[in-house]
């Protein structure tokens, strides 16, 4: 008999690589994760060089090129004023991998993990292969994770709950001032907060945070990637920070599974991170013009949706029917039960994608509605 392990079978492949496959070739993808901007080219040309010379041929550092964690650091002194040691940092394959070694070093055959609801897709999985046990918080109204909701949830098997804000799937932004109530749940329970801030350069309204900043012990890990603040999903590189305590226990696990990252991406990250930086403001924008695009649209169908504040995604509420009929008609976005029991009855839209093509989609999305109303 074929043997698979216990933790495999309890995890199945996203339901939305389900909902692509749903879908005819020439429908409007507002279903993918990833900024439609090219990479920076200071980055393009920098993994150039590096491949040419020869110096991205052999294995780096476990925790990666001593440049890179130093530009990381200087990123994050820039950024959030936090005093980070370069040797605090492991870059990783993207921050798939980076959330992956954060609860994989910390978390125990039944430990309990704290998640948002809906909440991206990985950390719910990546629970269960650690031999842990997801615990779901619905959020908010507004889709923003409530501080008190996190702590009413907290048990002695508690190891750890995540924090994303930005938000996927939700575009939500957490106030500083939740905030800040993370990093004191952290330090009075002794609990780790794994703050995944992947999104941080897209915010719209406020401002970013992170519980690292006002955290008093060591127990908040961060998760961040080149991936969607310089548009660079497909090089797979992210990267993890902490105290050296927790970086050393994460390095372990990041060395038996990657070695490195992969070096040419690591010379293409550190450009990134040290080149101009202009596009940035330009990206955000960018998403804010379609943001303002999308939710007018979807209020002026008629759906009520929380006004994202970051990220690319929104996430409207949906009468039932409304992502099949959307489907069909060759719109593409993921029903809100895929991240999580609290998306049902909520969808999923990224606007990653041009004006046009969003007008399109919305007067689709209004057919779409008015089949099912
Ligand atoms: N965290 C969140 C919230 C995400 O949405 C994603 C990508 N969709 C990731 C982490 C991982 O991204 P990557 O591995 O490309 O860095």
Avoid at 174 to 203: G, N
Wanted: glycine share 8%; hydrophobic share 40%; net charge negative.
């Amino acid at each position: 008999m074929t043997h698979f392990s216990d933790r495999v079978e309890q995890i199945s492949i996203s339901g939305i690589r389900k909902v692509f496959e749903a879908a005819g070739e020439d429908a409007i993808n507002l279903g993918l994760g990833q900024p439609d901007f090219p990479a920076p080219d200071h980055a393009r040309q920098a993994a150039i060089e590096a491949i040419e010379s020869g110096e991205a041929d052999g294995y780096t550092e476990n925790k990666g090129l001593q440049s890179l964690r130093e530009a990381i650091a200087a990123k994050h002194r820039r950024d959030q004023g936090i005093d980070l040691d370069p040797d605090d940092v492991i870059a990783t394959a993207g921050g798939s991998e980076a959330l992956h070694i954060a609860i994989e070093a910390h978390v125990n055959q039944g430990d309990e993990v704290i998640i948002p609801d809906p909440g991206f897709v990985s950390y719910d999985a990546l629970t269960k292969l650690a031999g842990g046990k997801p615990v779901p918080v619905p959020l908010r109204d507004d889709l923003t994770l409530d501080p008190d909701d996190v702590e009413a949830a907290i048990t002695e098997d508690t190891a750890a709950f995540v924090v994303n804000s930005p938000g996927n799937p939700t575009g939500a932004v957490s106030p500083p001032e939740d905030i800040e109530a993370f990093a004191r749940i952290a330090d009075e329970h002794d609990v780790l907060c794994i703050s995944d801030e992947v999104y941080e350069y897209t915010v719209f309204d406020g401002e970013h945070r992170s519980p690292i900043e006002f955290a008093e012990t060591d127990n908040v890990v961060v998760v961040n990637s080149a991936s969607k603040l310089f548009s660079m999903t497909g090089w797979r590189l992210g990267w993890v920070y902490g105290s050296s305590r927790r970086v050393e226990r994460m390095v372990r696990v990041h060395q038996y599974v990657q070695a490195c990252a992969s070096a040419p991406a690591q010379f293409a990250a550190e450009a990134a991170l040290t080149g101009p930086q202009d596009r940035i403001d330009e990206m955000t924008e960018t998403f804010r013009e379609r943001r303002d695009l999308v939710v007018d649209g979807l209020e002026d169908i008629g759906l009520r949706v929380p006004t994202p504040k970051g990220a690319f995604y929104a996430m409207p509420e949906v009468p039932e029917g409304f992502v099949d009929e959307c489907i069909d008609r060759g719109v593409i976005i993921v029903p809100g039960d895929a991240f999580g029991e609290n998306g049902a009855g909520y969808a999923r839209l990224s606007y990653a994608t041009d004006t046009d093509s969003l007008r399109e989609a919305i007067d689709i999305m209004r057919e779409a509605y008015d089949a099912v109303v």
